[in-house]
């Protein structure tokens, strides 16, 4: 598995966002996250707000498979990491969009 950190290519679509050194934190709901990725999983450590969600999107999937998504929605129970996607096979670039509702920080994308 590969880590990236705040710095990685990812793009801010919307929204306001704060970050530090460590990790990045919606300021408002519906701030979102794009990122391009090569692989099968796709996997984030988030912290926030109990109950706070964050929608997943997979270009092109009807779901994103990750094991802590139901439907297309994560909801938060504590700082951990979050397995977000699960593709059937591995991908040479697929992208994920992140919408994440006030409060969720976001500090390291890990791949499979």
């Known amino acids: 598995m590969t880590t990236a950190s705040p710095r990685a290519p990812r ?3 919307g929204g306001r966002w704060s970050a530090d050194e460590e990790s990045v934190t919606a300021l408002q709901d519906g701030a979102q996250l794009r990122y391009r990725f ?3 999983e796709v996997y984030l450590v988030m912290d926030g ?3 706070a969600k964050v929608r997943v999107h997979v270009e092109g999937m009807d779901s994103p498979g990750g094991a802590d998504v139901q439907g297309e929605t994560v909801t938060l129970s504590g700082a ?3 397995r977000l ?3 059937p096979q591995a ?3 697929a992208t994920v969009t992140l919408t994440f509702d006030a409060g969720v920080r976001a500090n390291a994308f890990t791949f499979g």
């Open 49 to 51: 707000p109990a109950g």
């Open 85 to 87: 996607v699960r593709l």
């Open 38 to 40: 090569a692989g099968s």
């Open 80 to 82: 951990r990491l979050y």
């Open 91 to 93: 991908t040479e670039g």
């Open 11 to 13: 793009t801010p679509t």
